[in-house]
């Protein structure tokens, strides 16, 4: 079946520690390509996507993501993270193969260590 | 103040007992989705509305029902067909169907007992 996937599915890291999250998605074709963040008691909401173009995307924050289309890859990355970085990461792709729908990865828990 | 309310924030439920969750937008977007998470798997897309009087079905439809009689308001039936009907119940919006960027409430908890 056709699906999103992220690896990790808890990472425990330390403050000023370079955060790297996996995502890889099975579409062919055009897709669109999301990363949602889930603060603890606060709404998901976007950190950032990639549409077209540069495949290297900043989003808010401090992160970003690079979409490597050979390697079917969409990986979130922020050189240095803060407390406040502790909260559910969730990868999403949109793909016109799947009839345009969002399909969600099983999410990340990352914790920051002070 | 724009966005996406969700009411109640926790809800619980005897077995047997169909339950509606709430869902209104004031961001006077065309699309609407419901959402179901659970730990390690992600949001799973129960129904979708591009449009007022239109919905169709997500991955997990079954046990569930919608109406989109209003562009604002997107309510989900739980009912008591849905098997595993305890998880978290996220509602979203969005410009359109598609690739636009979705928007989420902040989710009912439904508990059945």
């Known amino acids: 079946a056709q699906s999103v996937s992220q690896h990790n599915h808890h990472v425990i890291l330390s403050e000023a520690a370079s955060l790297e999250l996996g995502c890889n998605y099975s579409?062919?074709?055009?897709?669109?390509l999301f990363w949602y963040v889930q603060y603890p008691g606060q709404h998901l909401q976007l950190l950032l996507k990639y549409f077209s173009g540069d495949p290297l995307v900043k989003g808010i924050k401090g992160f970003e993501a690079e979409f490597i289309k050979s390697k079917f890859s969409f990986n979130l990355r922020k050189p240095s993270v803060q407390w406040s970085d502790t909260a559910e990461y969730f990868c999403?792709?949109?793909?016109?193969?799947?009839?345009?729908?969002?399909?969600f990865g099983g999410g990340t828990r990352v914790l920051v260590k002070p | 103040d724009g966005g996406i309310t969700q009411s109640p924030k926790y809800l619980f439920r005897k077995e047997g007992q169909n339950v509606t969750l709430s869902c209104e937008q004031n961001?006077?977007?065309?699309?609407m989705y419901w959402y179901r998470q659970d730990p390690g798997q992600g949001l799973r897309l129960i129904y979708y509305s591009q449009i007022v009087n239109d919905f169709q079905k997500g991955d997990i439809a079954e046990g569930y029902s919608v109406s989109r009689e209003k562009k604002e308001s997107f309510p989900l039936t739980v009912t008591s067909a849905q098997k595993n009907p305890t998880a978290f119940y996220l509602c979203?919006?969005?410009?359109?169907?598609?690739?636009?960027?979705?928007?989420f409430g902040p989710g009912t908890r439904l508990t059945v007992l």
């Open positions: 999403a792709v949109n793909a016109r193969a799947a009839g345009n729908k969002l399909t």
């Open positions: 979203a919006s969005s410009l359109a169907a598609g690739v636009n960027e979705q928007f």
């Open positions: 579409y062919g074709g055009t897709v669109n």
């Open positions: 961001l006077n977007h065309d699309a």
